[in-house]
Nanobody
């Protein structure tokens, strides 16, 4: 059974750096789309999650939300089945619950799921809260 576990969230000062980790088990990176999404605390009922960054073997490139390009970087360590999200120059607007998600044998690339079709990702972690103080 696929399982994703996020870690690394917490309280950070504006302008600082944070690295989130997502440990993945139950499948390999051979044919999968993986991404980071975020949602405002208390907005779980809205159900809408913003795509932060996604990548997949089906895509040549990596998707980043326009507002986050240059500040956030997604990377992976395939040997450890771990995906990271490095967050630079973090600001209070980045305060959110961050989720790691995966779609095995995806029909589409990362830009599809991260762009607006976040609900198409089959597997989700529980999320990790990032709080940025000003």
């Amino acid at each position: 059974e696929a399982q994703l576990v996020e870690s690394g969230g917490g309280l950070v000062q504006a302008g600082g750096f944070l690295r989130l980790s997502c440990s993945i088990s139950g499948f390999t990176f051979d044919d999968v789309t993986i991404g980071w999404f975020r949602q405002s605390p208390g907005k779980e009922r809205d159900g809408v999650r913003e795509g932060v960054s996604c990548f997949s073997l089906a895509d040549v490139g990596t998707y980043y939300a326009d507002s986050l390009k240059g500040r956030f970087t997604i990377s992976s360590d395939n040997a450890k089945n771990t995906v990271y999200l490095q967050m630079h120059s973090i600001n209070p607007e980045d305060t959110d619950v961050y989720y790691c998600a995966a779609e095995e044998t995806p029909d589409y690339g990362g830009s599809y799921y991260c762009g607006s079709h976040w609900y198409g990702m089959d597997y989700w972690g529980e999320g990790t809260l990032v709080t940025v103080s000003s």
